[in-house]
């Protein structure tokens, strides 16, 4: 059974639509996280969900929205997406907001 | 500002040879530290971890990091390399006992390995 699971693993699009990434993990944590990896693969964390409360709010635009409906779940929502949105977008998920994390295989999203 | 660096963005090592990928950081306090790897394609895998104690880790694929205080650094050595271990390797840290963090990434070390 996979830990961390993500889909789509693929998503192109348009710019100026909206999409959504879902993300389950099955390992009982109460944290979970969205990173992003640019291109040139540099990983940084957008936000963090513990027991469905949001922890963590990086600088990211307000197109961007995380909903956690359990704490199994952790969603992400963008709204008008741009060209610079593509990336891989990763979901992870703790036993303790801190420690080491398990990540999901990552959405690649492509903005055309 | 807290920060993690791996100061080798791209190293060859032939099979058989070992291996080591640096990895500094700067933190107030001595952080949780991580080395992650990840295969083209693909997720990121933790390699190994140091919270406290021992300062050489054990970790999965034959891989051990060496933590050094003194220099800020937590190394990530391996004794003979193979050709699967082609990918990139990510160093990460996270502030001790804080409520609200979340990892720090490194830019990265890109390992290829030549036959």
């Known amino acids: 059974d996979t830990a961390v699971s993500q889909t789509p693993k693929y998503l192109v699009t348009q710019m100026g639509n909206d999409k959504s990434i879902k993300c389950e993990q099955n390992?009982?944590?109460?944290?979970m996280y969205w990173y992003k990896q640019d291109s040139k693969k540099f990983l940084k964390i957008m936000f963090s969900?513990?027991?469905?409360?949001?922890?963590i709010n990086e600088t990211v635009p307000n197109r961007f929205s995380p909903k956690s409906p359990d704490k199994a779940h952790l969603n992400l929502h963008i709204n008008s997406l741009e060209l610079g949105d593509s990336a891989v977008y990763f979901c992870?998920?703790?036993?303790?907001?801190?420690?080491?994390?398990?990540f999901g295989q990552g959405t690649r999203l492509t903005v055309v | 500002a807290q920060s993690v660096t791996q100061p080798d963005i791209h190293i060859t090592v032939s099979e058989g040879a070992s291996l080591e990928l640096r990895c500094n950081y700067s933190?107030?306090?001595?952080?949780?530290l991580f080395w992650y790897v990840q295969s083209p394609g693909q997720g990121l895998q933790l390699l190994l971890k140091?919270?406290?104690?021992?300062?050489l880790v054990q970790g999965i694929k034959g891989f051990e990091a060496e933590f050094k205080r003194s220099q800020s650094s937590f190394n990530l050595r391996k004794p003979s390399v193979h050709w699967s271990d082609a990918a990139e390797y990510f160093c990460?840290?996270?502030?001790?006992?804080?409520?609200?963090?979340?990892?720090?990434f490194g830019k990265g070390t890109t390992l290829s390995v030549s036959s």
């Open positions: 992870a998920s703790s036993q303790q907001q801190g420690r080491g994390a398990f």
């Open positions: 140091y919270f406290s104690g021992d300062t």
């Open positions: 969900y513990n027991n469905k409360e949001l922890i």
């Open positions: 390992l009982g944590h109460d944290t």
């Open positions: 933190y107030g306090a001595t952080p949780y």
């Open positions: 990460a840290a996270t502030p001790p006992r804080q409520a609200g963090t979340a990892l720090i």
